[in-house]
C-alpha cells in the first residue's frame, strides 16, 4: 500500500490570508489529484496532475507536483469562506483505476 | 453530474444485522468503487468493480461483499453488521466506458451513505 500523509490535518484562518496543505509519501505516483469534500456530500476533483515539476492554477488553487512525482501541494491565496471544506489529495499508481487517498486537512476560513 | 445515486443515505441498525447498500449510476461506465470513510483514515477502499459480475477486494474488505449483477447497480453487503463497520460509505465511478483508466481520469462519488451500527 502506497501511503499518502497529509498536513497539516486541520487548519483554521481568517479571511484574506494564504495557506498550504501538503501531501508527502515515499512512493512515486503516476498521477495525483485533489478533492474538496463538503459536509454531507462525495468528494469533488479540482485538479489532476500527472507530470514532475507541474503547476497548475484554478483561480486562487495552486496546485504543484512534486519533481519525484512523491509529493504535491495546494496553496490558496487570499482564502474566503468559501474554501472552507476537507481537501484531500489521491494519488494513482501502476495498479489501474486504484486510488490511494490521504487522510485529508480540514480547512477552515472565518469572516 | 455523474448520475450516482446511494441508498439509503441514512440507516441504523444493531450488530449482527446484515446490511445492504445500493449505488446506481446512470451513465453505463464500467469501474465502480465502494469506499468507506472515517475520522483520520480519509476515504479507503473496501472493495471495486471492472465489469458486470467482475470484482475484486480493496484494502479493507474483511467483512464486506459485494454483488453487480448490472452495469448500473454495485451493492455492498454487509453480512452480519458490527460496531467497527460504524462509517460514511461512497460509492464512486470512473470515467472509463472503454476499459482503459488513464491515469488523469477523475472519480466521481455520490453523496454517501451513513451507517450507524448500535
Known amino acids: 500500500t502506497q501511503l499518502l500523509e497529509q498536513s497539516p490535518q486541520f487548519l483554521s484562518i481568517q479571511e484574506g490570508e494564504n495557506l498550504t496543505v501538503y501531501c508527502n509519501s515515499s512512493s512515486v505516483f503516476s498521477s495525483l489529484q485533489w478533492y474538496r469534500q463538503e459536509p454531507g456530500e462525495g468528494p469533488v476533483l479540482l485538479v489532476t496532475?500527472?507530470?514532475?515539476?507541474e503547476v497548475k492554477k484554478l483561480k486562487r488553487l495552486t496546485f504543484q507536483f512534486g519533481d519525484a512525482r512523491k509529493d504535491s501541494s495546494l496553496h490558496i491565496t487570499a482564502a474566503q469562506p468559501g474554501d472552507t471544506g476537507l481537501y484531500l489529495c489521491?494519488?494513482?499508481?501502476?495498479?489501474?483505476?486504484?486510488?490511494?487517498f490521504g487522510a485529508g486537512t480540514q480547512v477552515v476560513v472565518t469572516p | 453530474d455523474a448520475g450516482i445515486t446511494q441508498s439509503p443515505r441514512h440507516k441504523v441498525t444493531e450488530t449482527g444485522t446484515p446490511v445492504t447498500l445500493r449505488c446506481h449510476q446512470t451513465?453505463?461506465?464500467?469501474?465502480m468503487y465502494w469506499y468507506r470513510q472515517d475520522p483520520g483514515h480519509g476515504l479507503r477502499l473496501i472493495h471495486y468493480?471492472?465489469?458486470?459480475?467482475?470484482?475484486d477486494k480493496g484494502e479493507v474488505s474483511d467483512g464486506y461483499s459485494v454483488s453487480r449483477s448490472k452495469t448500473e447497480d454495485f451493492l455492498l453487503t454487509l453480512e452480519s453488521a458490527t460496531s467497527s463497520q460504524t462509517s460514511v460509505y461512497f460509492c464512486a465511478i470512473s470515467e472509463s466506458k472503454t476499459g482503459v483508466i488513464m491515469g488523469n481520469q477523475p472519480q466521481h462519488f455520490g453523496d454517501g451513505t451513513r451507517l450507524s451500527i448500535l
Open positions: 468493480s471492472y465489469g458486470v459480475k467482475d470484482t
Open positions: 496532475v500527472v507530470t514532475g515539476g
Open positions: 451513465e453505463n461506465h464500467r469501474y
Open positions: 489521491a494519488g494513482r499508481g501502476r495498479s489501474w483505476g486504484k486510488l490511494q
